[in-house]
């Protein structure tokens, strides 16, 4: 018999990939307008009495800078949200996915950080994830934690699509350079995430990326080669643009438990291939 699962998010950049990788799932899709995973008695009621076998959570309040001043709204949606989730979960005994970010570090250190780094987030987005992991851990067994980073798809704001669009603008565009991670390709994500469940993994924490790290200058530099676009671009460090939200400079997540994803710019060909 199928697996009955729920995707939450569903019409987010990952939620959008989700629903797709798992269609023959035939997954119920639900975003906002079905079920606020803020509203706790609508989680409970909703989801009890849907009985999903698998919960895949790829809702969340996203945007990092926007969290600093509504620090509220994002640790109710990444945070407690989580831990209602989880306790649903629980009760139904059913497998909880659910995702987190490089951002729960301080991006100190620059070698990257593991599964079981200590986490030490520098911003309010990054706090707001945090509490949503321990949540997580806390109130369920059967999860699968899964942190990511620099994530671009088809859908929503991402920084490809941003910086393409300043390309076409502008002669030249000005890059930080010294903020390194591993650019990620939504789609891959939501594949590796298929086969984390379907190959019965243990219930923990991973990191799951594109392999290889950059910079947005080098992320930048490498899009406008695979695109044919001649912009200029020019590395700047981060503090010629001052953002309400401090961002680690090396946050690439080491995965340590799985056979690693390809090569960001593979996966970035692959991208533009589609789209
Ligand atoms: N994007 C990245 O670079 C990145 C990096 C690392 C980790 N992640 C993590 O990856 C996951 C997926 O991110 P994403 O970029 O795909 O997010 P996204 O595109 O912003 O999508 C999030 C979805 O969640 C919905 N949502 C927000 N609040 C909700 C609520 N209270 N109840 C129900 N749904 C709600 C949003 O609906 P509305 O549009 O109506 O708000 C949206 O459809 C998240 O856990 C994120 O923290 C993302």
Known sequence: ????????????????????IFRDYHPIL????ELDITIENDVEEKIEK???????????????????????????????????LARVAKELDAVLIHYSTDYVFDGKNKEGYKENDPTNPINAYGQSKLIGEKALRENCRRYYLIRTSWLYGKIGNNFVETIIRL??????????NDQFGKPTYAVDLAQRTRELVEERKEYN???????????????????????GLTTKVIPVGTSEFPRPAQRPNYSSLINTKL????HWKEALAEYFAKR
């Open 1 to 20: 018999m199928a697996t009955k699962c729920l995707i939450l998010g569903a019409k987010g950049m990952l939620g959008t990939e989700l629903s797709f």
């Open 50 to 84: 849907l009985k999903p076998q698998l919960i895949i959570n790829s809702a969340a309040y996203t945007n990092v800078d926007g969290a600093e001043t509504n620090q509220e709204v994002a640790n109710k949606v990444n945070g407690e949200a989580v831990g209602y």
């Open 205 to 227: 924490i991973y990191h799951i990326t594109n392999e290889g790290v950059t910079s947005w200058y080098g992320f930048a530099k490498e899009i406008y080669k695979q695109i």
């Open 259 to 262: 056979t690693p994803s390809r």
């Open 167 to 176: 390309g076409k603008e502008k002669n030249e565009v000005r890059v930080v």
């Open 30 to 33: 639900w975003d906002r307008a």
